[in-house]
């Protein structure tokens, strides 16, 4: 550093007549000597970078690999650019970043080594680069014929990858081609004739329609725009060439759009009228619904004041079950509308954890008990108790809440419902097999539908949902549900869990 000291007022005189930015650094990377130019491409003040490390002009995502690059460097000297096939960035004082080009330049003065850095800020450069990578990508990208050929010889000069796949021919045979050579309703000097008007100035721009022909000798109609301009310091022309064979077919796709947009309109009306009749039976549902169990309460709450007395404490029960029976049914209804509300938005988030399938078995059918019909009883799975899986708890308790309270529902007195599950391979299977009214065979095809409700079953409470609900979870989560049915004779729902079975 005393050597630059020394000769500093040299070092200014020369390098300040340089535009580039010159950073001088000794062989442990401590910069020696800077110009006027590199102190502002850096935004320091005159003499502020002396002494200070290199690594204070480079962003630090770069500081890991710098030292080796410069200590390379040094050991095989030789002017060169650095960096070459990377892209460099400087840093400024105030942390932001910059793109350079740089030459080094090495040399020793009193056996001491040094290396010259020659800066130049290519952010305009850069810029430029990446409009011209921007228009280049454009230009081969477009779906569109692009060609620009020689204004003179007419031979092709350049033409972009979808006048490559269109026509079937490699760069270097249409290279060899002009214009003529793929416009078979065209000769030379009609061409020539076409085109003169660009090249005496008299138009910027013409359109018109022709047909190309491909290297397999197929034709298709194209509408032609070609344009003036200057490509490799020559008169060329630029042709963008649109395939406009759905448009020649137009009437026939029209007539075809015509006739489908009409089809598509009578089934639009056909599910707006569905909709519409759907909406009415879901409010005649919703309100018929609500409105039996609200009237079940109000009636058990103005009689339970009526029993006052010790020996009437039976009767005064019977209509506080009642209150606590419809209003967990009311709550149910609530919660399958809030279920279809996340179905629908996609905001079920499925919560896996490991139980015991017994535990959660126990606990629907323990509830379902509160709901049995005179004589109906629940037929518990055998040999459950020792099967472990990884499932959502809540849904698989949501689905079997369903089917089973499905089955007390649509089952008569002294009747029997079976629940059965096991394992097969890598999935769980439960069955709920009931002898109730069963599902008409020409209605079965509905039965997941939402809000379906069987003919032989809308006197019965029910809002048509918990089924499709059912099937929108399993459908999430992998697994199938399927049913047999007989009228009068019985229902066999089965559902197909894929799970993981703990040992």
Partial sequence: ??????????????????SEGI???????????????SDGLFDYEEDELIGQPLEVLIPKKYHHNHPKYVDSFMENSGKRKMGHGR????????????????GLNPFSIYDNDYVMA????????????????????????????IFIFDAVTLKFLNVNAGALSNLG??????????????????????????????????????????????????????????????YGGGDTLVAIIIDITERANYTEKLEKTVELRTLQLKEAL?????????????????????????????????????YAKDEQQDKRQRHVNTIQNKVKYLNNIINDFLS????????????????????????????ANMLLKEGQIIVYPEDIDDIVIDFDEKILELMLNNLINNAIKYSPEHSKIEVK???????????????????????????????????????????????????????????????????????????TIPVKIIK
């Fill in 1 to 18: 550093m005393d050597i630059f000291k020394k000769t500093s007022n040299v070092f200014k005189i020369l390098s300040e007549a340089i």
């Fill in 23 to 37: 950073v001088v650094v000794n062989s442990k990377q401590v910069i020696v000597a800077t110009n006027r130019f």
């Fill in 87 to 102: 892209d460099l960035y400087g840093l400024r004082k105030d942390g932001s970043t910059f793109p350079v080009e740089v």
């Fill in 118 to 145: 020659l800066v130049i800020d290519i952010t305009v450069r850069k810029k430029a680069e990446e409009e011209l990578k921007h228009w280049a990508n454009i230009f081969n990208e477009s779906l569109n014929e």
């Fill in 169 to 230: 021919y490699s760069l270097e045979e249409l290279r060899e081609m002009t214009p003529i050579d793929i416009k078979p309703n065209y000769n030379k000097e009609q061409f020539v004739s076409a085109i003169k008007p660009l090249l005496q100035g008299y138009k910027k721009k013409i359109k018109f329609n022709t047909v190309h022909q491909r290297k397999d000798g197929s034709e298709y109609p194209v509408e032609v725009h070609l344009q003036y301009s200057r």
């Fill in 270 to 306: 056909h599910k707006e009228k569905e909709l519409n009749e759907l909406k009415t039976k879901f409010l005649s549902l919703v309100s018929h619904e609500f409105k039996t169990p609200l009237s079940a309460i109000m009636t058990s709450s103005a009689l339970i004041g009526k």
């Fill in 340 to 367: 279809i509300e996340r179905l629908e938005s996609g905001k079920i988030n499925y919560k896996y954890s490991q139980f015991s399938l017994s535990k959660v078995v126990n606990e629907v059918i323990y509830d």
């Fill in 421 to 495: 599950a096991w394992v097969d391979k890598e999935v769980i299977k439960i069955k709920i097999i009931d002898s109730g009214i069963g599902v008409p065979e020409k209605e079965q095809k509905y039965l997941f539908n939402r809000y379906f409700r069987a003919e032989n079953a809308v006197l019965l409470q029910g809002t048509g949902i918990g089924l499709n609900i059912v099937k929108s979870h399993l459908e999430n989560l992998g697994g199938t549900i399927t049913f047999t049915s007989k009228e009068n004779i019985g229902s066999t729902f089965t559902v």
